[in-house]
């Protein structure tokens, strides 16, 4: 499922302002889906079976009240960071989690990278949109080549 306008304007744009800016702390991961692979990606970990990040509240609250889902069914909330390059990358096909989940991403910029799914359906990334499947549908991301960052925050959670 597909929304555009996911957020209220002023949640978004204050999520926008600080994770565009050069104070957002950006960490190096050398891989996007698994493990030994060739890609890399910069991300920062908001929650992953704990409280990882300051930027928490800020980030995850309003997209978990957005969701209706509590708290304690969250798995992971991450920030996602893909590089401009010059073709886009396709990253290893994947699902996030072996148990069953949700993923809702959202974009929080517009550019050319996308999502992919397993049957070739494409989720473009434009701002404030987000897509809310079920998580053992296998994905990846693609990389841009139009904007110097993509940003997508995703969150997995139990239903």
């Known amino acids: 499922m597909i929304q555009t306008s996911f957020l209220e304007e002023n949640y978004f744009k204050e999520m926008q302002t600080h994770l565009f800016s050069n104070d957002f702390p950006w960490y190096f991961h050398n891989s996007v889906a698994y493990e030994g692979e060739k890609d890399f990606v ?8 704990k409280l990882s990040s300051d930027y928490y509240k800020l980030i995850v609250l309003p997209i ?3 969701l209706k889902v509590k708290e304690d069914k969250l798995i ?3 920030v996602n960071g893909y590089t401009r390059n010059d073709t886009p990358i396709k990253h290893e096909i994947h699902t996030d989690f072996e148990k069953q989940h ?5 974009g929080m ?4 990278g996308y999502t992919e799914f397993e049957d070739g359906k494409k989720f473009q990334s434009i701002e404030n949109s987000a897509i809310i499947f079920n998580g053992k549908i ?3 991301s693609v990389t841009q080549t139009d ?8 969150i997995n959670y139990e239903r």
Request: charged residues 30%; positive net charge; glycine residues 0%.
């Open 138 to 140: 296998k994905h990846r």
């Open 42 to 49: 910069f991300a920062h970990i908001l929650y992953y079976n």
């Open 64 to 66: 978990l009240d957005k």
């Open 147 to 154: 904007e110097r960052l993509r940003v997508n925050i995703n």
């Open 102 to 106: 949700e993923v809702c991403l959202l």
């Open 76 to 78: 992971r909330a991450k």
């Open 109 to 112: 910029n517009t550019n050319n």
